[in-house]
């Protein structure tokens, strides 16, 4: 099918605020999005907040920032409005009750006044004597409230129920897995006792009124998507298509949840100090596992290669080696001043304070430590030095233990150097140190600068030594080398 054959198809995700958004729901926004895009269509966001009993009220919030951060944008949503508002289900629920009623009325539904207490004897019997069908026994359908009533186990407030016909079909076309076959489903709710809708029908009356044309969603939907299908047959509506994503998953193959696995929170990529484009491009990855085609792609590029047949129905494993490989390499991509303000916004958004004073030399330093950096939050410890005050520098025990026995010397001879270097540059710093030690005092390298390196960073182990002399400035270089000195 070429581009111009491609109808416009409006795409939506619908997470529920019950908590830190999941990274599946990034995921999901990431493949609806790509189609919307794909086909010149639009990208709906749905807050789904029926479940009140779980509701989080900074958890919507959440959900805006973190598909922002990602630039997973939508057209139509609750902060942004559009022709379908209102995008909060709580908002809609007078939409909901009058499709009820033409369910009830066209026998499709019926209400139910089984009591809590009744339904749970009801599955242990179920359980108890192996019944294959652990559904509801529809003790409750076709009787009048008074006739229920004189029942046991009734409840005042009914429910409301879809009526499953016997010979219902159970077949449906997905985009991504072809003819499947679901499970048999039994008389579900689709309104409970306070009057909200359950998911079955809420995203139903939803998707149809929003125009919804392509329905993407984990493959844990796949066993209702029968009463789905239903819903819109009996209520006179097209049929979407259907597209289930395979689940994440951790690496033991068990489905990535918040409980077990500090990943799948989406919050947590951007503590660690992911960046955005290199979690995007993650997940493309992970949903077309296996693709040949090059691991680094741009959510453009993404979009324009974007067919539903590439999709990997196997859970794809959740491997965070391969998502540090890609933010090192987005980190090396990044020009050293784009650089240096992301590694600023990731402090600032841990609750970490940066002083203007030390903004610029932290893009002074960017660039000597940008090759070693896997995350955002490595970013600090490697040029804490370089903000620590001269005097407040603590030299590692460690490091100190393993200076040469004349290290003393060495420092006496560096000082000498650095004290009447002519200028204060890295290639200048060099020349000197190089001068003295190596070619006067006929040192290894490896060994000529370990003392400098210690005394000016405090460790073994720290960026280029010249280049971070350079930054300190002669003073505070030299305070630093005479303060180990004196220390040994």
Known sequence: MTDAELLPARLRVAPSPTGDPHVGTAYMSLFNLAWARRTKGEFVL?????DRARYVADSEQQIFETLRWLDLVWDEGPDVGGPSAPYRQSERLETYQPFVDELIGSGHAYHCWCSPERLAEMRAQQQASKQANTGYDRLCHGKTREERAALPGFSETPVVRMFIPDDVDTTFTDLIRGEVAAPVPDDQVILKTDGFPTYHLAVVVDDHLMGITHVVRGEEWISSTPKHVLLYRWLGWDVPAFAHMPLLRNTDKSKISKRKNPAARLLWFREQGYLPEALVNFLQLLGYAGDDEGEVQSFDDFVAQFDWAKVNTVGPVFDLDKLNWLNGHYIRSLAPAELAKRIVEHLRF??????EAHVETLRAATPLIQERLVLLSEALEKVQFLLTPDAELAFDAYSVAKLPENADEILDASLSALEAAPAWDADTIQAVLRQRLVDELGMKPKFAFGPARVG??????SPPLFESME?????????RLRALRAQL
């Open 350 to 355: 841990t609750g970490v304070e940066v002083p």
């Open 456 to 461: 000016v960073t405090g460790s073994r182990v």
């Open 46 to 50: 749905r807050i789904e907040d029926t």
């Open 471 to 479: 930054i300190l400035g002669r003073d505070s270089s030299l305070a």
